[in-house]
């Protein structure tokens, strides 16, 4: 790597579900090297009312940002660039959210809208993967992007509110999922999906190729990788076939809370949260 001009930069990205923040070792316009990683769930969409984002997910996003923060100064990093997403850019309070952010941890988040999310993370695929004809599709824990890519460029996203946790609370309150909690889920993501025309059936037939992002994506690829005593320790590229998605869904909706919990591929801090497209 040039080093003349490196930078060390850290990313935070604060989610419904999850928090992140990377540090990268980069030269803009050259390359970067991914040099550290933390993850912490934050479930800060958890508990969102019509008045906005509760208190004690604000004082648990509050506790990870400062940590956050913390872990930058002690590297230390050059420039810090603090994202969040759909539980801020939805929450009623969200701007009050981002003012107390500001106040008293000194970052200030820049809320992605849903296109500039689908974007970036379609960014991303494609600095990794050749995708030339097809969609990228990302499931967080608020809302969905759904990117349709041409010619290996992005050419225009989406965003609808199909995340894992919204869904959750928005329609399951059974344990194990009821057959009426999954056939409302599925109906409220058909509604939601036909908002788009460009990604109807129809011209979806043409280019079927799908790439996914996200934790929940992520989850149902290590059980299958599970399932299939796969070899390799990184999901990276594995294929994800519709059938075993189904089979998947179909043993998720059996099982109740604990015994989830026990299924090898599945992080026991998402077991609560049901794939249940």
């Known amino acids: 790597m040039i080093t003349a001009n490196a930078q060390r930069i850290g990313v935070i990205d604060l989610g419904s579900n999850t928090a992140r923040l990377v540090i990268l070792n980069a030269v803009p316009g050259y390359a970067y090297r991914l040099e550290d990683e933390i993850r912490e769930v934050v479930r800060l969409r958890e508990g969102m009312t019509d008045a906005g984002l509760s208190d004690t997910a604000v004082a648990r996003a509050l506790f990870t940002l400062r940590l956050f923060k913390r872990f930058c ?22 701007p009050a959210f981002l003012h107390k952010v500001a106040q008293e941890i000194g970052l200030e988040l820049q809320v992605l809208d849903g296109e500039r999310e689908a974007y970036y993370g379609t960014l991303g695929v494609l600095n990794e993967v050749p995708l030339a004809n097809g969609y990228v599709l990302d499931i967080g824990g608020g809302s969905a992007q759904l990117s349709q890519i041409r010619g290996h460029r992005y050419q225009q996203g989406a965003s609808v509110p199909l995340g894992a946790l919204a869904l959750t ?3 399951i309150h059974s344990d194990p999922v009821t057959a009426g909690e999954v ?8 509604q939601q999906l036909d908002t788009i025309p ?12 799908l790439v996914g992002l996200g934790g929940t994506l992520r989850n149902l690829a290590a059980i299958e990788a599970a399932r299939q005593n796969y070899p390799l320790n990184t999901l990276h590229g594995f294929t994800l076939t519709r059938d075993s998605v189904a089979v998947t869904i179909d043993q ?3 099982l109740s809370l604990e015994e989830r919990r026990q299924i090898v591929g599945l992080n026991r801090d998402r077991a609560d949260i049901r794939p249940l497209a």
């Open 169 to 171: 609370e928005q329609f």
């Open 252 to 254: 998720l909706r059996q």
């Open 198 to 209: 460009w990604a109807q059936k129809k011209q979806a037939r043409a280019h079927r190729h």
């Open 73 to 94: 100064d002690s590297y230390p990093v050059d420039r810090i660039i603090p994202t969040a997403t759909s539980a801020v850019r939805d929450a009623a309070n969200g």
């Open 183 to 190: 056939t409302a889920v599925q109906q409220y993501i058909a």
